[in-house]
Every structure is written in C-alpha cells, then in structure tokens.
C-alpha cells in the first residue's frame, strides 16, 4: 500500500502537534506545582494547591483559614489536617507526604498523639504530583 505524500505531512504534522501540546501541558502541571495547608483552632483551616509558588500558595491558604493559622507548604505532595471530634478545639494533626494515604494516616495518627479521642479528617489537598 502506497501512501501520498500529503496524508503522510498531515500524519507527521500530527505527531509533532501533539509532542508540543504534550510538553506544555507537563511544563505547566510542573510550574503550577506549589501548595499549602493552614492550620487554626477549632478545627480552622485552608487550602491552596497547585501555585505558582510557595509564597502565593501559602497566603491564599492563610486567607481562608479563620483566626490564627500557621500554614506549612506542599510541593508534589499531599497534606491532611485530622481534628479530634470529641473536641475539636482540642487535639490535632497534620501531615505533608508523598502520596494521599500516607499523609491521611500520619495526620490522624499525630491527632491520636496529642490525646484526640475520635480523630477524623477535617481537610486534605494535594498539589498536581501528590
């Protein structure tokens, strides 16, 4: 089977559009990837993902979360805040890791550490690579 000319510049011209459009796309989930979680009392919090950078992804966080808040930064990770539902005003945790689960676990396992009784998570966020 022969094929023309013209079908195969369309075919190659194809391939090249879709190259291009998939390396943008990679450059920017990797220029967009900043985040941040802003802890409170009372189970207060915020969140901001997928940023410009750190500095801009930590004030949006701060922004939402009401009252004093400390805020920690993520960058192609998760992070997790589990409060203790017997008294939210009482205990909590939080965690920044790789992977959803692993900072699932590790911020209500942090709860439990600091005497919550009924830990639950109240907030999670992940960046564009956690």
């Not at 941040?36 to 919090?45: D, S």
């Not at 949006?60 to 192609?76: D, E, N, P, W």
């Not at 997790?80 to 909590?92: E, Q, T």
Request: with cysteine; hydrophobic share 45%; charged share 20%.
């Amino acid at each position: 089977m022969i094929i023309s000319t013209a079908i195969a510049q369309r075919r190659a011209l194809f391939i090249l559009a879709l190259t291009v459009l998939l390396g943008a796309s990679r450059f920017v989930t990797e220029s967009w990837a900043a985040g941040a979680l802003a802890v409170g009392k009372c189970g207060a919090y915020g969140q901001a993902y997928d940023y410009h950078g750190d500095a801009a992804a930590r004030a949006a966080a701060l922004k939402q979360c009401k009252g004093q808040c400390t805020a920690v930064s993520m960058k192609r990770a998760c992070a997790a805040l589990a409060v203790d539902m017997a008294n939210p005003c009482g205990a909590h945790g939080y965690a920044v890791k790789p992977k959803i689960s692993s900072s699932l676990n590790a911020a209500t396992r942090k709860c439990y550490e600091f005497g919550g009784k009924e830990c639950v998570i109240r907030a999670w966020a992940c960046d564009a690579k956690g």
